[in-house]
């Protein structure tokens, strides 16, 4: 089992950048596919971002060329780097884990572990 606590998240103005982190517990953290997701108000789960084990990337359309996934193994840390942000995006974030190591899915139903969200604002 896995524990995930996000942070980084705040009120910024639209255009502005933010990097959430996503801290891990225990030892095989390294194994482990992580994905980013977000919810807004009224609105389902989103897919936002997903790295496998061995550092391979995939986006939703929503987010390409502006938000970048990341992870130190080392630190037991998956970062999301969020770039010239717009109203859009304002949701409460997630950071969830899968057990597989080459898993990069965007179905929330399909992660195994969660986080418990932190908040992103974008004024605009």
């Known amino acids: 089992q896995v524990q995930l606590v996000e942070s980084g998240g705040g009120l910024v103005q639209a255009g502005d950048s933010l990097r959430l982190s996503c801290a891990a517990s225990?030892?095989?953290?390294?194994?482990?596919?992580m994905g980013w997701f977000r919810q807004a108000p009224g609105k389902e789960r989103e897919f936002v971002a997903a790295?496998?084990?061995?550092?391979?990337?995939y986006y939703a359309d929503s987010v390409k060329g502006r938000f970048t996934f990341s992870r130190d193994n080392a630190k037991n840390t998956a970062y999301l780097q969020m770039n010239s942000l717009k109203p859009e995006d304002t949701a409460v974030y997630y950071c969830?884990?899968?057990?597989?190591?080459?898993?990069?899915?965007?179905?929330?139903?399909?992660?195994?572990?969660w986080g418990q969200g932190t908040q992103v604002t974008v004024a605009s």
């Open positions: 969830a884990a899968a057990n597989r190591p080459y898993y990069t899915g965007s179905d929330p139903l399909t992660y195994d572990y």
């Open positions: 790295i496998s084990a061995s550092g391979g990337t």
């Open positions: 225990g030892r095989t953290f390294s194994r482990y596919s």
